[in-house]
């Protein structure tokens, strides 16, 4: 075996030794990116409350449903209970949702967000009431005002929402749970909305249901049923979980390479040929890559053109006519890059100038006074259109 390729295999395998080091030994991050999905075990997303929501709903019949609103009640007209819970309500299909609840089903929804449509369809304003700078250390206080919870509080940490409701229809509208933010402002967060035959109950703080809350919190396990016990028991119900779970039926955490990451040692092997893979893949591809021959771009022969031009006009010797030109195009050149009008090149033009370009007020002045001299006299000479040419020179310059 040549030296060479003893050497390259060396550093190889040292490398896929440290990296298989770092790897096995840095401390992993967690990740709060609030997806709320079910097949997931990040803190806040919903594969415990996915796999538990039969005891939290023990009296109902429970269909996880993939397709939108829209597709579901276009091809279902019965009724039923709507339950949607995510951190954000696009494309929710609103208004078909709030049609079936006023033909008499029922709408849930846990969500940070809701669109004006559907504010201003049930009547309550949807605003931020923090007063004060959200740390990690920050909580909401949660709480019911059903006679079951009694006085408890769930704690909730960290703190994603600060918005709730600040106006509400009291002739439609029952407040069902409060939040005491950080700062000690109390405000309503759970509310029921009766709209035509049904009702619309809305919550703002999804969280309750992650699996941070539901592993981790005093009271959330609790908590997260009680909100649900509102919902009537004699109707089914129809999750919508589009988005946020690969299988309706029963959501589990899967993946191409799940099993592989599963055990480590099937994870380092998997790593270490990864690595040395793409190590020689890289080595390899640097011994035998092919000479590229060198394309030689276009000349640009913009610039001789115009030198061309330029000589024949200075050959003529119609001075004027060049003076002219440069006039024309130094006046265009401004409008296009400082947006004045040049029609007049008087002091309150030159003003402007100065204001906008911040060059030096005497050499504007001499340029301008160049310019209406040249007008009204209309002929140049060399020295003139010298001097001319140094003046722009300079105020594009500096």
Partial sequence: MDKTIKIYLAAILLVVLVIFIIDTFRVKPVDWTPSYSLDHKKPLDLYVFGHEINKFMPEHKINRELTTPYEYIYENHQKSVYVIINRFMFDTSDTILLNEVAAGSH???????????????????????????????????????????????????????????????AATTTILGTQTMPDGIVAPNFIRVKYGKGYVYIHNQPQIFSNVSLLYEKHASEYAAQVLSYIPKNLPVVWFVGGQTINADMPIAVSPLSIIFRYPALRASWLIMLYGLLLYILFNAKRRQRIIPEIKPLRNTTVEFVQTIGNLYFQEGNTANIVEKKIVYFLD?????????????????????????????????????????????????????MHLNKLIEEFWEK
Avoid at 113 to 138: A, M, T
Avoid at 350 to 377: M, P
């Fill in 107 to 169: 709408l849930f929804i846990s969500s940070e967000n809701f669109f004006k449509n559907i504010q201003d369809s049930l009547g309550f304003e949807y605003e931020d009431i923090s007063s004060v700078i959200l740390s990690k250390e920050s909580t909401l206080k949660l709480s019911l005002t059903n006679k079951t919870w009694a006085n408890k509080q769930l704690i909730l940490k960290p703190v994603n929402n600060t918005y709730a409701f600040v106006k509400m229809n």
């Fill in 333 to 385: 050149r401004i409008r296009n890059r400082y947006y004045l009008d040049t029609s007049f090149t008087d002091e309150r033009f030159a003003e402007k100038l100065q204001s906008k370009s911040g060059k030096d007020e005497k050499l504007i002045n001499e340029i301008l006074s160049f310019i209406r001299r040249f007008r009204q006299q209309k002929t140049a000479s060399r020295a003139d259109l």
